[in-house]
């Protein structure tokens, strides 16, 4: 983590938001990462997200594994809780977390690594309880922290940046969210903001589980010829399928393209989705249609990127488990702690 503190500097003509809060006030410490990261832009647009949604700071949960990615929630939002956690093990933390107070807005920032190597399992329960939080993966398809080797994600046949040749098959997040159930599936480009802030938004205000991957560029070590997580690659190569627009719930929606061509979305707290089918022949409220979709296009050597899946109606960690509606640590202590011989009765049904 940074602790180095970015110099305070009031600009007084800057927009405010609803809370009377600048853009500059949802920053945090100076980034230690290489000149030209994908993850910086990444931070970026979390930053612009989280501003324009008018999210109080000290509402937000900040978590993170191990690795370069794992970095990042030292970058945003200075006034927030934030927990850095071991190597794979956040999703665990954000699980607890969550379960005590689901009144707060959680934001889980991960690495194709963190997410895909040592921690896939308890990624893929988090998504399989669909914990109500975004879980961001920057993948960059390398292990930036011990030196470019490649990651779970790194594609068949790809390079490394001396040459070597990877010949094991990836790890794709995206499809193994679709297989597992997830609720909510989107891929970005760390270098298309315009796309990247609206899935950002439309991740945080999901209620459910929010898989948001990030192709984000390693520019010292995956950003040359050969790589399929570089730069030019990915901007060659990508196939938008869905776009998304996010639609505050104070503000009307005025007009959807006609014909068919836009889905608006309602999401549990009134604010609205609209998905541009870019791709005509795309469906992002079929499972099966849009893994098959992902799939083909993948086999052609495409990224398909934008609001991937969405489903609204799946119910949410707290929901499946009947869980109290308020947090835990605003409990009575008795009813919290009710004592031995209670706890004796729970345990005799599992007996």
């Known amino acids: 983590m940074s602790f180095m503190k970015k110099p305070k500097v ?4 800057l927009p405010r938001n609803e809370l009377g809060l600048s853009i500059r006030d949802y920053e945090g410490s100076m980034s230690t990462l290489c000149a030209g990261c994908g993850h910086d832009s990444v931070t970026a647009a979390l930053i612009q997200a989280i501003w324009e949604l008018n999210i109080q700071p000290h509402r ?11 970095k990042t929630p030292a ?3 200075e006034a927030a809780h934030g927990i850095n956690a071991v190597h794979g093990r ?25 997410s895909l190597s040592i921690g896939l399992g308890q990624f893929v329960h988090a998504l399989r309880r669909n914990i109500n939080m975004l879980y961001l993966i920057e993948n960059n398809g390398v292990y930036g922290l011990t030196k470019g080797q490649f990651s779970a994600s790194a594609d068949q046949g790809s390079t490394a940046k001396k040459g070597e040749v ?17 609720s909510f599936i989107a891929r970005g480009f ?44 990915t901007r060659h190569f990508d196939l938008p399928a869905a776009q998304a627009d996010f639609i ?19 999401l549990h707290d009134g604010s609205t989705v609209i998905l541009k089918k870019v791709a005509k022949d795309y469906n992002p409220m079929n499972r099966e249609e849009a893994y098959q979709y992902i799939q083909k296009h993948r086999d052609g050597g495409e990224i398909v990127t934008g609001l991937l899946y969405i489903n609204e109606d799946q119910a949410e960690f707290h929901a499946l488990n009947d869980t109290v509606s308020g947090a835990l640590r605003d409990l009575p202590y008795p009813e919290l702690c009710p004592g031995a ?11």
């Open 10 to 13: 009031s600009h007084s003509g």
């Open 341 to 351: 011989a209670v706890l004796e009765e729970i345990q005799q049904l599992y007996r």
């Open 60 to 70: 937000i949960v900040k978590m993170s594994g191990i690795g370069c990615s794992s």
């Open 166 to 182: 990877n010949r094991q098959p990836p790890i794709d997040p995206v499809t193994l969210a679709l297989a597992l159930g997830g």
């Open 190 to 233: 760390s270098g298309d903001k315009d796309q990247l802030v609206p899935l950002i938004k439309a991740g945080l205000m999901h209620n459910g589980f929010a898989l948001l991957d990030v192709l984000s560029p390693c520019v010292t070590f995956n950003d040359h010829e050969g790589s399929t997580k570089s730069y030019a690659h």
């Open 75 to 77: 970058y945003f939002v």
């Open 248 to 266: 505050p719930r104070k503000i009307p929606i005025q007009a959807v393209t006609a014909g068919g061509e836009a889905i608006p979305v309602a």
């Open 90 to 114: 956040m999703p665990s933390i954000a699980t607890g977390a969550n379960a005590a107070n689901r009144s707060l807005h959680y934001i889980g920032i991960s690495g194709d690594g963190d």
